[in-house]
């Protein structure tokens, strides 16, 4: 993998990365489990640039081909249902396509950081908000080279980061191996130390404002005439054809949206899915 990040409050509890995800590799005691984020880092950063793309890079490619690429993975059988979502994927990753997206993209994660901050403020939550920034490693000149244009990018958009040699990026996490060449820290990401928490603050939040809690399984989901659905433990839950937001069949439904209307006022952007697959 040519690069990996994590954010900067987490690898000092952990000491050591995983080489395939970047990700820290906590000692599961007793006391972590009750915190382990089911597979999310916390991290709350508006540093995105460019969106995930389909690799153009003939080697890249071979190497998702072939699964050993940890950063995708496919089913043979499955590729034939997904080859025009491909070419299209294919298709807005040109060079061209990726700039027109992350600037149609910036003013959504701009706010990213602000809206999670003033949504922690009133879920009771800031305790578990760390703004120590996202710090990114690459393990070879090669991959750094290749941040050229989204870092052009960040700087336009008056996005802050520092490029650091290993030395620097130790300075900021000793316990990181000398395995990689150079670091990009992005001061202004956080993160947040327990996400299961967090979670859990939010949606106590949700239903003292009247809304409605479901659990259930999404292994469950499948089609229900002309509706996906998800069977919880308070009833089914269904998502309108054509998009838009999960609609419960129960009578009791209730959604606070001021903030967010708010934002894309200001912003210009679409409505946000309430439902995302």
Request: net charge positive; aromatic share 8%; hydrophobic share 45%.
């Amino acid at each position: 993998m040519p690069s990996c990040s994590v954010p900067a409050s987490l690898a000092r509890q952990s000491g050591c990365i995983s080489p395939s995800t970047g990700l820290p590799l906590p000692s599961w005691t007793a006391a972590h489990r009750a915190k382990r984020p089911y597979g999310n880092a916390g991290v709350i950063e508006g540093n995105t640039v460019f969106p995930p793309a389909f690799p153009l890079d003939p080697i890249a490619l071979l190497r998702i081909a072939l699964k050993r690429a940890p950063e995708a993975n496919y089913q043979l059988s499955f590729l034939p249902h997904v080859a025009p979502w491909l070419m299209k994927l294919r298709a807005a990753s040109r060079p061209e396509r990726l700039i027109e997206t992350a600037r149609l993209m910036r003013p959504l994660f701009a706010r990213a950081l602000p809206e999670h901050e003033a949504l922690l403020a009133e879920a009771g939550a800031e305790r578990f908000l760390r703004k120590t920034g996202w710090l990114k490693l690459y393990r070879s000149d090669r991959a750094f080279e290749a941040l050229k244009r989204e870092l052009a990018l960040a700087q336009e958009f008056g996005m802050s980061y520092h490029a650091l040699d290993p030395d620097g990026a130790r300075d900021l996490e000793p316990s990181l191996a000398p395995v990689f060449r150079r670091a990009v820290h992005w001061p202004h990401a956080a993160s947040v130390t327990n996400p299961l928490a967090v979670t859990q603050a939010y949606a106590a939040r949700f239903a003292a404002l009247g809304g409605v809690v479901m659990r259930g399984n999404a292994r469950s989901l499948h089609r229900a005439n002309a509706h996906w659905r998800i069977e919880t433990a308070e009833g089914p839950l269904d998502a309108p054809p054509g998009g838009g937001g999960a609609r419960a069949v129960c009578p009791r439904r209730a959604f606070t949206a001021r903030r967010h209307a708010a934002a894309r006022h200001q912003a210009r952007l679409p409505p946000p899915l309430s439902w995302r697959r």
